[in-house]
């Protein structure tokens, strides 16, 4: 069927030039202590637009306490398209998401927190630099406006903008949100990174290890319903300091 946009637009997706070997999305859940939204986080998931792609959720529980647990383990996997894993203890988003990196099977890779702050509604805007073959790899920038976004902690916002631009200084490139939770793959990009960190400073790592790649890396905006830290967002101002020696750490070593 002819793509009903102009066939010059860069974002208009024609089945034609979309590889053969692009054919199935992993969508990456690392869950900490969500009882509350991993229910509808899977929902909202597993019924949301994907490019024409099989998808598979490989949902990995770290060692939660709040009941996460017994409502994973209750669930039929099958009837969220997941795989789902569980970790004895807490050790953190990094060590969640190297498990889940083993078992995704997908060409095409996501990564989705389990918290509602972002929308899997824009997964097909998402995956469209992948399938018209522009990008290896894309991310959602919260900071780039043009979407809806809850306002930030001014602390919080000051330390994004700081990390960002540390990153585009040491690696040189032009990002204006490294932190973001959605970025996309394609999977030989990703299963190429060692991911040696177990908590937030997982981020920058991955970041560094992409640049270091060389690879095409776009961004594109994207909505963001943040939550503050009442509402449970786990992430603090000395996470900060485990990023930037991250930033630093892997510019010069892997």
Request: with cysteine; glycine share 8%; charged share 25%.
């Amino acid at each position: 069927m002819p793509c009903a946009c102009e066939p010059e637009s860069p974002y208009c997706v024609h089945l034609a030039g979309i590889s053969n070997n692009l054919n199935k999305l992993s969508i990456l859940i690392p869950v900490y202590n969500e009882a509350k939204t991993i229910i509808p986080v899977l929902e909202m998931v597993s019924r949301a637009p994907a490019g024409g792609l099989e998808r598979e959720l490989v949902v990995v529980d770290d060692g939660s306490t709040d009941g996460t647990r017994d409502i994973l383990g209750k669930i039929n996997p099958d009837d969220y398209q997941a795989k789902i894993y569980f970790h004895e203890k807490n050790q953190g988003k990094g060590a969640a998401l190297r498990t889940a990196q083993g078992h995704a099977t997908g060409e095409i890779i996501i990564i989705q927190d389990a918290d509602l702050e972002y929308s899997p509604d824009e997964y097909p805007e998402l995956l469209k630099p992948i399938l018209n073959g522009r990008a290896d790899v894309v991310y959602g920038s919260r900071l780039s406006g043009g979407k809806v976004t809850r306002a930030f902690h001014f602390t919080h916002y000051l330390g994004n903008k700081f990390l960002s631009f540390l990153t585009n200084v040491l690696y040189n490139s032009t990002l204006t949100d490294m932190e973001t939770c959605y970025k996309v793959f394609k999977a030989d990009v990703f299963k190429r990174i060692n991911i040696k960190s177990n908590r937030f400073e997982f981020e920058p790592e991955i970041t560094a290890k992409v640049l270091k790649q060389g690879v095409r890396i776009y961004e594109l905006p994207i909505s963001y319903f943040g939550r503050d830290y009442t509402e449970g967002k786990k992430i603090t101002w000395k996470d900060g300091f485990g990023a930037i020696w991250a930033l630093i750490k892997y510019r010069f070593c892997d």
